[in-house]
């Protein structure tokens, strides 16, 4: 497995081997507790954070994830040429320290596919004539680079991107994480 995660600062981090394959323990109450904690320092400012945190269990062939509030993650089954949005319940961080999160688990993860988590930066990009980037056409790299290496896919997505983008100014952040299955 691998992982590539890029900021359009050009901040790169990769994850290979056994420290890609360390999980954190029960995703929903490490959620539940980062929300509690938010909530008491964003009381007074009336702000809030979205998450999704996802853990691979590659012995399992399984990822199992907890939402709060950020977009549904992508998984790309190049075999039939099918996305799945990851969703699940769970109420953006910070506004309700009572609020419990539920992890959803997907078993058959299988050499191949690839998952895609990202900033709306990314998709709600717009290019000169004020058009968005959109979620299709972030689709449409990934499937046109699921052969390739999880750097690739990423490095194809931001260059695309700049591509369509040319000539404006950028309105929020871009992050993109993609998730390369490999055995």
């Given at each position: 497995m ?10 790169v ?6 420290h890609?394959?360390e ?31 996802m853990?691979i269990?590659?012995a ?14 992508l ?6 040429d ?5 969703r699940?319940?769970g109420l ?8 419990r999160?539920?992890?959803?688990r ?5 050499p ?6 990202g ?14 980037w959109g979620k299709e056409?972030?689709r449409?790299?990934i499937?046109?680079?699921a052969?390739?290496s ?16 040319r ?11 993609i998730?390369?299955f490999?055995?």
């Open positions: 691998a992982v590539e995660v890029r900021h359009d600062s050009g901040q981090a990769r994850l290979k081997g056994p890609a394959q999980g954190p323990g029960d995703l929903a109450a490490i959620v539940a507790d980062l929300n509690r904690h938010l909530t008491s320092d964003t009381r007074e400012s009336n702000r809030f954070m979205t998450l999704l945190l853990a269990d590659p399992a062939a399984a990822i199992e994830w907890v939402r709060a509030g950020h977009d549904p993650a998984l790309y089954e190049p075999s039939t099918a996305f799945e949005e990851l699940g319940p953006v961080l910070g506004l309700n320290e009572d609020v999160y539920t992890a959803v997907r078993a058959g993860v299988r191949g596919q690839v998952i895609a988590l900033t709306d930066g990314i998709w709600e990009a717009r290019n000169t004539r004020g058009d968005m056409r972030l449409e790299v499937r046109e680079r052969g390739d999880a750097e690739t896919i990423v490095n194809g997505v931001f260059d695309r991107l700049k591509t369509f983008t000539g404006t100014l950028p309105e929020d952040d871009k992050t993109l994480v998730i390369k490999t055995q």
